[in-house]
């Protein structure tokens, strides 16, 4: 197939890698349209893909249907823990934080972070950066949602890639982590090369799935190797070929140097969205690519009038 031109602009998220309630599968699909919405208007204006990941990301930490920001899931003691991730593949610079409390929107603290010389902040360090740069506070309690509380259930973090009209690439995750995990525990999500990566010259990935298995096999940047001889969907399904070794479940979602967009996932369900400047928002909550997915359907796409709350 002849090789296409590099797209003005492409942006793709993720809701999740996980199985979906079919009462939450149109939230789901909704809420990532949205997401997208929010990227494609900073890449839309010539805003540069860190700015329009964490744009995205924002309306899904936002989002109670998903496990990020408000609305994460709650750990053994009953409290809300952040991990978020931002990296720019034209710098290879990262901004991490992990294991936060009270941080509204724990990927523009990640996005504080970017510039500076430390990669990754984690708990009370990260919120006195938080309180320092006037990173939105608020009580930690008031990031549950209810009906999270009580739910051991859902491992559906969020994410995002986007490349800019410049040519460059950003990747970012966001997540409460899983369920009852251990107070202080922290998965892959802010870890450049296990939950996310980012090259300019290569393409950027962002995944979701059980943490410690997805850092044990470092799988981002399984699928940044695997990009260079494949396509964003063949690289996903090598690097999940990869997490099956350690018997994890997960999802990629992949944008290539040259604007190709593609995603895989071995989990049930996985909530997608994604748009380019030739495609208008298309959102689907699973899809045929890996051999264990067993669903197939057709992306609903949005118009410009995406409903709102
Ligand atoms: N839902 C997720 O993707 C969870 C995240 N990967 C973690 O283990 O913290």
Request: aromatic residues 2%.
């Amino acid at each position: 197939m002849a090789e296409r031109e590099r797209l003005q602009w492409a942006i793709i998220v993720h809701g999740g890698a996980k199985s979906i309630h079919p009462s939450e599968e149109e939230a789901s699909r909704l809420g990532c349209a949205r997401a997208v919405r929010a990227g494609q208007a900073v890449l839309e204006s010539g805003g540069a893909a860190t700015s329009a990941v964490e744009a995205a990301i924002r309306v899904l930490e936002d989002d109670e249907t998903f496990n990020a920001g408000f609305g994460s899931v709650v750990n053994h003691h009953g409290d809300v823990e952040c991990d978020a991730a931002l990296m720019d593949g034209a710098t290879l610079d990262v901004g991490a934080v992990a294991a936060v409390q009270g941080v509204r929107h724990p990927i523009s603290l990640a996005a504080e972070l970017l510039t500076e010389q430390t990669v990754l902040l984690a708990g009370a360090g990260a919120v006195r950066f938080a309180l320092e740069r006037g990173v939105e506070l608020v009580h930690p309690a008031d990031l549950v949602a209810p009906g999270k509380r009580e739910s051991h259930i859902g491992s559906d973090t969020v994410g995002c890639v986007a490349l800019d009209a410049a040519g460059h690439i950003a990747a970012g995750t966001s997540t409460g982590g899983l369920a009852g995990k251990l107070p202080g525990r922290v998965g892959d999500s802010p870890l450049p090369g296990c939950g996310l990566y980012a090259e300019d010259a290569i393409g950027g990935v962002s995944v979701s799935g059980t943490g410690e298995e997805i850092t044990r096999v470092a799988l981002a940047s399984h699928a940044m190797a695997a990009l260079a001889t494949g396509s964003p969907a063949e690289a996903a399904e090598a690097a999940l070929d990869r997490l099956r070794l350690v018997g994890g479940d997960g999802g990629l979602i992949i944008i290539d140097a040259g604007g190709r967009i593609g995603w895989a996932h071995s989990s049930r369900d996985f909530a997608v969205a994604y748009a380019d400047d030739t495609t208008s928002v298309r959102a689907m909550t699973r899809q045929v690519l890996g051999r264990d997915t067993i669903h197939k359907t057709d992306p609903d796409t949005y118009p410009e009038d995406l409903p709102r709350d």
